[in-house]
């Protein structure tokens, strides 16, 4: 099977205290209470002013094109908090970079670890990835935490312009090759 199809298969999987499926566009209201406080997306993607806003993107950056994305379910209410996606999937080279992001109200509880080192587990046992990255903004040093208790190591600091922004920013790329996993 090739890459697609693997996460194809694994497109619903849960961990200890979530669950990982598809984003619906039912989540829009979900989503919408994640991306409408400034603190939750200062370092992924510009605040969200409308529920309008929150279907345009579900519609338009999550469903368009759904393998690799999985929304965060709260195991108990079923509800989206969060988002975890590979970004800039190389088939060729067999890596990835992955990106996150979790709802507040959930910060500080080791759900975004706990899901983080799930996706590392299915790219070195079911997806045959070779790397994973993680990128985090110099400042966002929670998700810099997240990545070390996954298992990354600080690859290199640079440079770069933000997506959404276009300022140039400090950048921390963190790594986690195969060959350093251990199941």
Known sequence: MNLWTQ??????????????????FEDAAALYKIASNPDNTQ?????EASLQESQYVIANYFMKNPLGIWAICDKESQEMIGSVKFEKIDEIKKEAELGYFL???????GLMTEV??????LSFTQFDL???AIITHVENLASQKV????????YR?????????????DYMEYRYERGD???
């Not at 370092?43 to 605040?47: G, N, S, V």
């Not at 983080?116 to 587990?121: A, C, L, P, S, Y």
């Not at 990545?147 to 600080?154: D, S, Y």
């Open 43 to 47: 370092f992924i993607f510009p605040t």
């Open 181 to 183: 996993f251990n199941e």
């Open 116 to 121: 983080v080192r799930e996706m590392v587990f």
């Open 103 to 109: 709802r507040q109200d959930y910060w500080g509880q």
């Open 130 to 132: 070779k790397r994973l």
């Open 7 to 24: 996460l194809a298969a694994f497109s619903f999987t849960e961990t200890a205290h979530a669950f990982l499926r598809p984003v619906l």
């Open 147 to 154: 990545a070390q208790k996954a298992g990354f190591r600080l």
């Open 157 to 169: 600091q640079f440079k770069g312009s933000d997506r959404y922004t276009r300022k140039m920013r």
